[in-house]
Each structure stands twice: as structure tokens, then as C-alpha cells.
């Protein structure tokens, strides 16, 4: 394992952005990639301090794509997690399983720094930077709090996350990234904008087939009606007092 060099990186970024139709100024379309990359992914509410994990399996020389997002966390959060997560799945080599938090940048690991790095690029590419960015403010250090809510807004991506990738652009010094990463939420109320980027969401969705599969073997007689709804609850879908009591 070696770090990757920042151009592959936001080249594979690049390349995933267009492969899903996602111009350089749109949002990154999460649901999307997870259908099309066929990842089996459940969002539920987990410990604070665990953002994420996932899972590749070689089977038949063919790989299934397991992820888990932890909802307890902001939305914006879990979005950079869910693009961590798809570097190791996608192009990560020799991969099987990583847990860990994501957005720390920690450069002694390796896969799960250039997996930050690729996350910052697959959500905020820098074409579509410049383009949200007025050209006066493109200079060091003059970007204003109007134009990074407006960038973390477009993109639905957190404001360290943004910050990061505008000093890595060579955009901001440390001194104006600390003076922005403050009272992130208060200033997006102070300018009207809402706040769901920035909070938890605490949902359980499950994105993938896994339902559909648990029918199919249930419909075929190979599993019972009570190993059907255990399936089911497993991962947090219990309908088994809703269809106990009859149609309505």
C-alpha cells in the first residue's frame, strides 16, 4: 500500500462523476453510484465515533459490495464517508475490509488517506469550484463566508470538508481555515439557509437488493415465512406486524 498521487486520484474522481453524468457543478448523486455500482448499503444510526465501514468480497472472480453508513452522524458527514467508502470498494487494490472514521487526513494511513483525498475530489471537483467561486475571490485567502455556503450548499458536503479542499487548492492559509471552521451551523440560520447539511439524520434505509433476494428465496419455499421476516428485521426493515394484521 502507497499513497497515490493526487492527479490519479481526482482523475478516478473525474472519471466516476462522468461515467454517472454529473457535470463539475452538480452534487454528486450518492443513491446513484450505489445502484450503479450494484453496493449493497445500509444506512442506520450506529456510535458516534464510527462514521463507516466496507466490505469486498471475491466470489467466482466476480467481487459483491457490502457498505454501512452511520446516520447518527451529519448528513454532509455521511455523504464524504459514502465517497470514502466507494475508493476502497472501487480502486482500492487487494481490499477486503476497512472500519474506521473518515475526513481525518492522517497521511500514516496510507489507503485511508488517499481514500479522504478522493472522497474531497469525487465531491468537490475543482472545475466546479472555480465556477461557484467569483474570480476576485480565487486569490489567497479572500474566498468570504457568502461564497462557502453557497460551495458547501451546491455540493452537500460539510464545511471542514470544504476547507480542506480549498487549502490543498492553496486557496486559504491554516489561519483562515480556523477562522471558518467556527459556528458552521449559526452562519448557515444567519444566511438563510437550512440546516439538514449539517445534522443527523438518524434514518435506516437500506439501498441495494438485499429485500428482493430474501423474497426470492422465501417465494422458492427455501426459507420460512418467520426466517423471511428475521432477514428482514436484520437489517432494520420489520413489517411483520403490519402484515400480521391484514390488508386494510
Known sequence: MSLRSKNELECLATRLREEMHVTTKDPVRIHQILKEKNILTWFRKLDDNFSGMAIRIQ????????????????Y??????????????????QFTVSQNNAGLFNKKETEEYNADLFASYLLLPEMGLKELT???????????????????????CSRSAL????????????EVFARYQKDVRKSAIEYGYSTRLYEPTYQTELVGD?????RALYDAGLISQAKYFSLLADMGLDFSKELGDGEE
Open 163 to 174: 476547507l480542506m479542499r480549498l487549502k490543498g487548492l492553496g486557496w486559504i492559509t491554516d
Open 210 to 214: 438485499y429485500n428482493l433476494k430474501a
Open 76 to 93: 454532509a458527514k455521511q455523504r464524504f464517508t459514502a465517497c470514502h467508502e466507494l475508493y476502497h470498494l472501487l480502486y482500492q487494490e
Open 134 to 156: 467569483p474570480d476576485k475571490e480565487q486569490s489567497r485567502n479572500k474566498i468570504t463566508l457568502a461564497t462557502l455556503l453557497k460551495i458547501e450548499q451546491n455540493f452537500g
Open 59 to 74: 466470489a467466482g472472480g466476480s467481487s459483491r459490495y457490502f457498505m454501512l453508513i452511520n446516520t447518527a452522524q451529519s
